[in-house]
């Protein structure tokens, strides 16, 4: 007999509801709610549902976030790499305080949605392979570290799996497949860390880049034989080819369509990113439907083919992508960190610790060896590309989604697979992160860090400062406003006529080693291009902005100029405070002029504009005390003898 139809309860009685649902706890069915009179009401769809599992729900997601991000924030500031810090604090968040639940917060999304954030990882990390950083000396060893270095380390990481761990050879092949990849969300922080050079700088990124796709195809081609039980033919072959024949194929066909909207303007300028991201997102999606895994193949393809046309530029894309990788990558981290069991680690830590060993000490110094042999690169820059390979999120994700694969399909060693390839991103990690910095300064293939000074601005005395700079020995170089070199000579200077774009300011940068930036230029729009161009270049706190006069000095100045830094709309302030273009070309005006003097011989209305260190350090901030062999750069009024 049907049931008649009861009256719905409105969304603004929700509330009340459930609180007399909580009063009246077990006495009613999940939901429906029984009033005194005895009549029972049906809640709204999922209204029964705890909040206490709507607010863990909340507190994970809040969590992932706060901890991906503030990890790398942290790992930053205290100059190592974020992955050292990243899965300790998965590990903290998952298993140990259980803040963390994957299974609670994304069900069975959590896999499509980890792959799903790699791919535009790799997006956005293909926007900066450019083929022309490679150059001829890099391109031969890439392709033969991604061919023949991969198989080296799949057939030794095989072999050191089968005996240390007494897994079934299948197990083995598929965690070697999957050990054989890197990532640059791992490499790139370690490049930094390294202050790295060329072309090892383009050789690791490039063979990390193309690696991650590559592995992760080549694995879902072995677990296809492994679940199917074929895994000794030429199956997994023949797939990891067409999985790689639909990838680029795909990503080709997407990159024709993004160039030829831009080429054409169909796309206005504030939708670029967004139009390019969607672009990438749905040539991994598509790739992916026809053959799994290559969607991430294609997302690369689309990025590096993007990257090296000359159809339209590309860099407002790159920097979008840049700014979404940190979010992904930290966030990937924390959840992949909070899926690992420490009971399987503990259970085969020294096994892991020799893995490790070997994997550092034997196979990656052999498999760069042999991948590099008979290459222009030098044996510096081959021992420093032997002692860098970290695994990052590709390894962390295809190895906990084929874990999960194999045991619904009951297949053992899936447990095993994630602990193996979880403590060897971590070891590896940890060696790495540590000692390839020191190995890079040990083989000279680190650069120094940059102490150039480049000046912004059209102002005559400018010239003078250059020439002072250049003359105590610190590189100096000079811009117009209108970003036009000046060579300085020792007679004078010559403006050279091309105005350079953003890329060729980029190039000038690295060229001449420089580190730090004055933006002195009197037109508002300029200064403020200037200013952001070279935040971007080379951070924030590398950059200052020299006030046109006392008002603009000043007109920051209150209750929040008591508590923070003084900061203009970008830049910091050079020089001392009150410094600015008007009170220098008063100065000019008098008679002053730029000149070095020793701390002793600065006057009380001298313009301070640098400070020369003893070991050739430029200090342009006010607040720095100098030593009494340093140098000063000032403006000198006349003094008469």
Not at 13 to 31: F, H, W
Not at 55 to 84: D, F, H, M, N
Not at 214 to 242: E, F, K
Request: some cysteine; charged content about 15%.
């Amino acid at each position: 007999m049907a049931q008649p139809a009861l009256p719905a309860v409105a969304p603004c009685e929700l509330r009340s509801l459930r609180r007399r649902q909580a009063s009246t706890a077990g006495t009613a069915e999940p939901g429906w709610h029984i009033e005194p009179s005895g009549v029972r009401l049906p809640l709204p769809a999922r209204a029964w549902e705890s909040e206490p599992m709507q607010e863990t729900i909340l507190t994970g997601l809040v969590v992932i976030v706060v901890l991906g991000v503030g990890g790398q924030w942290l790992a930053r500031r205290i100059g190592v790499p974020s992955l050292l810090l990243l899965l300790p604090l998965g590990l903290l968040a998952g298993p140990v305080t259980d803040i963390v639940d994957n299974k609670e917060i994304f069900g069975n999304a959590l896999f499509p949605v980890v792959s799903f954030a790699v791919a535009i990882l790799l997006f956005g990390t293909g926007l900066r392979l450019r083929f022309d950083d490679l150059g001829k000396a890099g391109r031969r060893p890439v392709i033969r570290l991604i061919t023949l270095g991969a198989s080296i380390t799949l057939a030794a990481t095989t072999v050191a799996v089968l005996l240390l761990f007494d897994a079934p050879a299948p197990i083995a092949l598929l965690t070697g497949a999957v050990l054989i990849v890197s990532g640059p969300t791992v490499i790139g922080p370690l490049l930094e860390a390294m202050h790295a050079g060329e072309p090892v700088r383009s050789v690791l990124n490039w063979e990390s880049t193309t690696l991650d796709p590559i592995g992760a195809i080549l694995g879902v081609a072995i677990l296809n034989g492994i679940v199917a039980g074929d895994v000794a033919d030429l199956h997994p072959a023949l797939a990891t080819l067409w999985s790689t024949v639909v990838g680029t194929a795909v990503g080709l066909a997407a990159a024709f369509v993004v160039l030829l909207a831009l080429s054409r303007s169909l796309i206005t300028d504030e939708l670029v990113p967004a139009i390019s991201l969607l672009f990438a997102v749905a040539a991994f999606g598509i790739a992916d439907l026809i053959e799994s895994e290559s969607g991430l193949l294609a997302a690369t393809v689309l990025g590096i083919v993007l990257a090296n046309q000359q159809i339209t530029p590309t860099r407002v894309i790159q920097l979008f992508g840049e700014q979404l990788e940190v979010l992904i990558t930290g966030s990937l981290f924390i959840v992949l960190g909070a899926n690992i069991s420490p009971s399987q680690l503990e259970e085969h830590a020294w096994q892991i610790a020799i893995l490790v060993a070997i994997l550092v000490m034997a196979v990656r110094p052999l498999a760069v060896a042999a991948a590099t042999a008979r290459t222009s690169l030098s044996w510096r820059e081959k021992a420093t590309i032997g002692w860098a390979a970290p695994r990052g999120i590709v390894a962390a994700a295809t190895s906990s989604q084929f874990a999960l694969t194999l045991q619904s399909n009951d297949i053992e060693g899936g447990e095993t697979l994630t602990a193996v390839v979880f403590g060897v991103i971590m070891g590896a990690g940890i060696v790495y992160g540590l000692t390839t910095p020191l190995v890079a300064r040990r083989t000279g293939v680190a650069l120094p860090s940059p102490q150039g000074v480049v000046l912004i601005g059209s102002d005559p005395w400018l010239v003078d400062l250059a020439r002072q700079l250049g003359s105590a020995g610190a590189d100096a170089a000079l811009l117009t406003s209108d970003y036009q070199q000046v060579e300085v000579r020792a007679d004078g200077y010559h403006v050279h006529p091309r105005i350079l774009d953003r890329d060729q300011i980029g190039d000038f940068v690295a060229d001449n080693g420089i580190g730090t930036a004055i933006v002195a230029s009197r037109n508002d729009a300029h200064r403020a291009l200037a200013t952001a161009l070279f935040i971007e270049l080379l951070g924030r706190g590398n950059v200052f902005e020299l006030p046109t006069g006392d008002h603009e000095a000043t007109s920051r100045r209150g209750l929040l100029g008591r508590f923070f830094k003084e900061v203009s709309r970008a830049g910091s302030r050079p020089f001392l405070r009150g410094s600015n273009l008007t009170r220098i070309d008063e100065a000019i005006g008098a008679g002053a002029r730029v000149a070095t003097v020793t701390p002793a011989e600065i006057g009380p209305d001298d313009i301070r504009l640098a400070l020369i260190e003893r070991d050739g350090k430029v200090v342009l901030s006010g607040a720095a005390q100098p030593s009494a062999d340093a140098r000063l750069i000032a403006v000198v009024p006349h003094r008469p003898r």
